[in-house]
């Protein structure tokens, strides 16, 4: 279906009928392999079935409306749709009597969403403030349907070390959805964000009352022990972190850990500049660049180096500097301070390659997006930037590119990519370890009821009994995989 799309022209939505529920990144990986890249989706919709019409044939015109239902221009109306239109089965859900409890704080967040944005716009600009409300409710309504899919065992608790970002999202993926198969949820706030944190769960825990405790000890008592008695224990953070919690973990608890990537931004011949710099400033400027989905790196083939380096800095200034709550802020200034201080370290480092950009006003925490352009056969280095900064590298030739793409540190940190223009042989590479999107960003991709993520081990991973996979991540997912083969193949031996 091409449907009307305002940022693009139009939008290649696939609809795909798959009774088996395959989530839309199975679909993208198989038209990937089979497609040109011209010919590729934007976005691919699941569902049980096809609509037909009274002559049993596909109902073109009821398809349409299911697709332009689920594609939405407006910011605020986005919807992933991993799973919509499947059937439920509620038999599948080990505590399905709590399905109803998450529907009530969907109700409450659309009833009281100026509320709850007052409590993000305390850390996030408006504009990602009002995404993070409507991934949220997205995640919730697809619930159900994610952990009927999976069918997870129950678990008698779920220990989580929240994230230090996307408190309402992370208090809906980490926490609510887990709830439908956890006994009880315990988690220990971020520091950085520990006071919303704590604001969101005193709005929404009478809301939902369910067994979710929040817990007010040391990391050191946490992992001694609501941890310890945990069978799934989820840690968004860093590695080093992760690695000293893992080390005290019995060999039965399930360890999921999320990390940061890279999440290279690739530009090759045959690409739309002019979308390829719309969606940069977009996914860069998230949260005003304070957010793991912004690519550290941005590869530009040298044939469209200086139209896409104009356009660029043209962009940027005409971008609008405003405070976090103001809506019509395109970027705002920071709040994380380490974060900041990082930044003004890494461009002094840096200042010979800065080409755009670049003044700071230390009394707001506020940096001006700054650009820094490294030349063609520069040696790459890769800092991961929580900061408006475009890191950019121009390459000349594909070999040059996969040796910048091959970079250990890069692999390691796989977890996002993206690609535009007309780059078969790099998708192909990239796919090997990475979630790509082609002439789109992360944020078409991410589904919080749909595996997530790539095969770099400081990206993300999951460890039980001894071993540790990277792959995408969903915990319910991860629970069925590990915890639930665990059991049937006691059952079996049994």
Known sequence: MALEHERRGSKLVFVVADESGRDPKYWRRVFGERLAVHEQPNQVLVVHNFPLNHNGKVDQRALRELAAGQVKDDPEEVFPVAINGMRTDLSRIPLAERVDALRKVEQYLREHRDEVLGVLTEMSNYRTAAGELNTALATLKGAAAEVALWSPPLVNRTAVFMPSNVPLFGYVLYLLVPALYSEEVVFRPSAHIRRQLIALHELLAPVHGLPITLSTSTQKEFVTGE????????????????????AQLRPDQLFVYYGQGINPFVVGPGADVDLAVTDLLEIRLLNSGQDCFGPDLVCVHESLEERFFATLGKRIDELVLGERSDPKADYSPMFYE?????????????????????RVDLSRMSLEPT???????????????????????????????????????????????MVYGDLPETVKLLRKRHEVCLNTTLLEADD?????????????????????????????????????????????SA
């Open 227 to 246: 941890t310890a008695a945990s069978e799934v224990v989820v840690f968004t953070g860093a590695y080093s972190n992760a690695e000293k919690i893992r």
């Open 338 to 358: 380490q974060a900041f201080g990082f930044a003004l370290e890494y461009l002094h480092r840096n200042a010979r390659h800065i080409v755009h950009g670049g």
């Open 371 to 417: 650009v820094l352009r490294r030349p063609k056969g520069h040696k790459v280095t890769c800092d991961e930037l929580f900061a408006p900064i475009f890191n950019v590298v121009v390459y000349g030739d594909q070999r040059a590119l996969h040796d910048i793409l091959t970079l250990p540190f890069l692999e390691e940190r796989a977890m996002g990519a």
């Open 448 to 492: 919080g009821n749909a595996p997530f993520g790539g095969r770099g081990m400081v990206a993300n991973y999951v460890a039980y009994q001894g071993r540790r996979v990277a792959e995408p991540l969903l915990i319910s997912k991860a629970v069925a995989d590990y915890i639930g083969a665990d059991r049937r193949q006691l059952t079996t």
